[in-house]
């Protein structure tokens, strides 16, 4: 979505300079790469606290908690999508904190999932998931309804 229809010079350039298949992130242009299986480790290290804030953002009990839980997960978020943009772009984590834009850092995550198809790769491990417990998974799909 974008909140100005105008395109800036600026985009115009960035955007005709940047090839299929790379992002830029500051003043740079990297690849988006190719997930495999020891980058997926390497990711997995690097993902430290952010998948507990989020399990405490699902389960506030409180609206109070919730906003609680949303402001202390923004600054964790940041820290760790540095970590994870660091980890799959090559690049310095200080490099990106101070000269790549959250707007670019998002995009260059963006375009990584897409590339690999991350969506896919979601609901093939949650039917794994349900072929390997289906009582569990019934009983969890009962409470939804």
């Given at each position: ?66 906003q609680v839980y949303i402001v202390g997960t923004i600054d964790v978020a940041f820290d760790e999508l540095v970590r994870v943009a660091s980890v799959l772009s090559g690049l310095d984590e200080e490099y990106l904190e101070y000269k ?46």
């Open positions: 979505m974008k909140l100005f229809k105008r395109q800036t010079e600026v985009d115009f350039v960035k955007e005709k300079m940047v090839p299929p298949g790379h992002a830029l992130l500051g003043e740079k242009i990297v690849s988006i790469p190719k997930l495999t299986p020891a980058m997926w480790k390497e990711l997995m290290r690097t993902l430290d606290k952010l998948p507990m804030w989020i399990m405490q953002i699902l389960s506030a009990p409180t609206l109070e908690d919730l790549a834009g959250a707007n670019e850092i998002y995009e260059f995550l963006r375009l990584t999932a897409e590339k690999n198809d991350l969506d896919k790769l979601a609901k093939n491990v949650i039917s794994l998931v349900r072929a390997r417990f289906p009582e569990e998974t019934n009983e969890a799909e009962a409470m939804e309804n």
